[in-house]
C-alpha cells in the first residue's frame, strides 16, 4: 500500500476485497450527502461528509483501533484527507485512505447505488413493510429485497461468530449483539437496517437497544422467524406460529 501523509493509502481492490471478506472495517465517504453520496456510493459506506465531521464525529466507533478508510471525489479531492487527519487527532490509530476514491470505484465496479433517501424512483424496491410485531419487518418483503437488491438495506447478522462464518446473508456484516452496544454509533440513520438472528430473540434485542440508544433512527426492524442457512448459500425462513 502507498503511505499517503501519516496513514497507508489504499486501492479500490484492497477496498473491495475488504468488502467481500466482510472485514471488521468502517468504509467513511467523505464527500457532501445530497449533492454526492446520495446520488451513488461504495456499498457498506457511511455519510460522514468532510465539512460535518465535528458534528457526526460520534458515529464513529467508540473502539478507536477499528480500522477506517475514508474515500471522496478521487485524486484532486481533498475532502478523504481532511477527515482522515481529523479522525486521527481523536486517536483513531488504524485510519486509512482511498485517494482515488469514488471515481475509481465506479470505473472499475459500476456506478454505486443510489441512497433510498435520495432516489424516488427507487423508493418502492428498498420500501420496507412493518411485521405483526412490534419493530418486525413483514417476512415476504424482507425475502424480496434480499433477494433482488440487498444492497439497499443495512443487514445486520447480531449472532455469534462461529455461527456468521457458518453461514449467513451475502451482503449481512455480523455484529454479535453483546457487541452492539460498543458499536450502535456506527449504524447509519440514513439506510434502513435490519436484524437477524437464528429465531428473532437476539435481533429482537437489537431493535430494543437501538430504540434506547439511537432513538432518531426510524428506519430499523429485525426478523422475527426461524432462519436456517444451507450449504449451498440459500436461506429458510419460517415464521413464528401465533
Known sequence: MKVAGNYPGVSSDWVKKQIDQKANMVLIDSRPK????????????VSIPDSQFAKMQDQLPADKSTP?????GGLKCRLSHKSAAKAIDLGYTNVNV?????PAWAAAYGEG?????????????????????????DTDTFIKIVNNKPERIMLIDVRDAD?????????????????????????????????????????????YMVQDLRPEMKNVYYLEAE???????????KEPVS
Not at 477506517?68 to 471522496?72: A, N, P, S, T
Open 68 to 72: 477506517l478508510v475514508f474515500y471522496c
Open 227 to 237: 432462519l436456517t442457512f444451507k450449504k449451498d448459500g440459500s436461506f429458510e425462513i
Open 113 to 137: 447505488e443510489p441512497s433510498t433517501v435520495a432516489s424516488a424512483n427507487s423508493a418502492s424496491a428498498s420500501q420496507l413493510k412493518a411485521g405483526k410485531e412490534e419493530g418486525s419487518v
Open 163 to 207: 455461527e456468521f462464518k457458518a453461514g449467513s446473508f451475502k451482503t449481512a456484516v455480523n455484529i454479535p449483539v453483546d457487541q452492539l452496544e460498543e458499536k450502535i454509533k456506527t449504524l447509519p440513520a440514513d439506510k434502513p437496517v435490519v436484524f437477524v438472528c437464528g429465531t428473532g430473540a437476539r435481533s429482537g434485542e437489537s431493535y
Open 98 to 102: 482511498f485517494a482515488e476514491g469514488y
Open 34 to 45: 445530497r449533492k454526492k453520496y446520495d446520488k451513488g456510493h461504495i456499498p457498506t459506506a
